[in-house]
């Protein structure tokens, strides 16, 4: 990954962090913000499913359909369902509710992103054809303090055939005490819900409450509803504690990460070549042609110092190189360029004799380095409860989606460093990753895993590690292939001599 240490990419990489830092700060001041609220209803069959309806019932007989209910509107909505009877004249559309008396209603409070199913049990009594069982939504609003019809409704057409019962359409409502007594349950949960509290267990015993003062116990569905009116001062108060909390912890990791990556970016473009030499430091240097005199007084000296000393290692090329007043830094950052524009060649004294050496060896650094990726990537998805390691997995799960998998396919079609710019690789991988990804996606689709979390995962893993598997095989073929010319090269250089 020698390539990921040019100016060029160090800069590009740079650029990157920083404007994803300031994506992620717009994201953490955008939270929880919706952009198009909406909510969902639907009729499901008997067998819970979308179709398998019934197109002919008996009057006076029970038939089973589900209500289903979602709410997507940022917040949560007390719904009120009013299922009412009409015919192929009645007028109903997105303004205009239904001019009929319902025959059965569901109420239900929803938190923001979720869903309920909910049988209905339904007796129609008055035969007829063509009939339309209409089923709209209404939802109370905080501002006029009353059910508003939503605009969104379903209808069922059905055939009711005649059996002779004798019966009638019974509606009845929750009586107005209980349901004042209701909106005030709700009108805590959205308070408490405003000040970043946890809800459920408020919400939870609306909807038991809901439940009994429809079956008629109105004493158990008041206690239910005092209950959960009486916890909001609690939940509100950690609710603020826990979202400041959060507010300042996000603020130091964001700055943390930010700051980090740019001092990260001033160390690279200082101290990594350093490093860079440590890891060389046993490989011996050579001038691959004559002197070549330059405006650059350091690789002039660099140039001496090889040519001086026949067999002289990274580590000595260093070192005495602090006899002529230059920097460690500077030295192994210049041998670098040198290396790159091959005025002078590395060799390793004992190169690796097999392909298990190799993978063991600094020749396969990269391919540990995104083994470990990889790994650390799968810890963060499944170990994340930590709001730390929550924002690491943000960091790792980008790299594993958006540049692993096209590196590695960039490193298996081209192993050899000189066949691109360092540039043009990391341009590539992105750009691979963004094509892979989908494709990946749009198999899985067809497969009996579907698109989930742990096939996209385990697919994302294997492909990568695959092909930085074969790529570090070819790049030790490569490798072989070298070393069998130079030897080759070297014997006929004796036999002339």
């Given at each position: ?20 830092s ?86 239900r ?20 054809i ?30 009711i ?32 819900e ?60 964001l700055?943390?990460?930010?700051i ?13 070549w ?77 190169p ?34 930590f ?42 991988s ?49 490798l ?18």
């Open positions: 990954m020698s390539w990921i240490l040019d100016e060029e990419v160090l800069a590009v990489i740079a650029a990157i962090v920083i404007v994803a300031i994506f992620a700060i717009v994201q953490l001041i955008n939270s929880g913000r919706v952009v198009e609220p909406f909510s969902e209803l639907g009729i499901l069959g008997p067998n819970m499913k979308i179709g398998d309806y019934p197109k002919e019932v008996i009057a006076g007989f029970p038939f089973k359909l589900y209500l289903y209910l979602g709410n997507h509107e940022g917040k949560s909505v007390y719904y009120r369902i009013l299922i009412k009877l009409g015919n192929k004249t009645s007028i109903i559309n997105e303004t205009t509710p239904l001019n009929s008396t319902p025959i059965m209603e569901v109420r409070i929803l938190t923001h992103n979720s869903t309920c199913i909910y049988p209905l049990d339904i007796t129609l009594y008055t035969p007829g063509n009939k339309r069982l209409i089923i709209e939504m209404w939802v109370y609003n905080e501002t006029t303090k009353s059910f508003t019809y939503y605009g969104r409704w379903n209808q069922l057409w059905l055939n055939t005649s059996s002779g019962a004798i019966g009638y359409q019974k509606f009845q409502e929750i009586p107005s005490e209980i349901d004042s007594l209701l909106t005030q349950g709700f009108l805590a949960v959205r308070k408490a405003s000040s970043g509290g946890n809800i459920s267990e408020m919400v939870s015993l609306l909807n038991e409450a809901i439940e009994y003062a429809q079956k008629g116990e109105y004493t158990k569905a008041s206690s239910l509803i005092n209950k959960s009116i009486s916890l909001e001062q609690e939940v509100s108060r950690i609710g603020i504690e826990n979202r400041n909390k959060q507010l300042n912890l996000s603020i130091i990791t700055s943390v990460i930010f980090g990556s740019i001092s990260l970016y001033s160390y690279l473009r200082k101290d990594i350093i490093l860079w030499s440590k890891l060389k430091s046993r490989y011996i240097v050579k001038l691959n042609s004559r002197i070549n005199k330059s405006e650059n007084l350091i690789q002039n000296k660099i140039q001496e110092l090889i040519h001086s000393n026949k067999r002289i290692t990274v580590n000595e090329l260093i070192s005495n190189s602090k006899n002529f007043g230059i920097k460690s830094n500077e030295s192994a950052k210049e041998l670098f360029k040198m290396i790159k524009n091959k005025l002078v060649i590395l060799e390793d004294p004992s690796p004799k097999n392909f298990s050496h190799y993978i063991f060896s600094i020749y396969s650094l990269d391919f540990w380095i995104i083994l470990a990726l990889l790994s650390l990537t799968i810890i963060s998805i499944y170990f994340s409860s709001l730390l390691i929550l924002y690491l997995r943000y960091i790792l799960g980008s790299l594993f989606v958006l540049f692993l998998p096209g590196y590695s396919l960039i490193e298996f079609l081209y192993p050899k460093k000189e066949e691109l710019m360092p540039l043009e690789r990391l341009a590539l992105i750009g691979l990753s963004l094509a892979l990804v989908p494709l990946i996606g749009l198999l899985l689709n067809y497969t009996p895993f579907g698109i989930r979390l742990d096939p996209i995962v385990f697919s994302l893993t294997f492909l990568t590690f695959f092909f930085m598997l074969i790529a570090s095989y070819r790049k030790y073929l490569y072989k292939l070298s070393i069998e010319s130079k030897r080759i090269e070297n014997k006929k250089t004796r036999r002339l001599t």
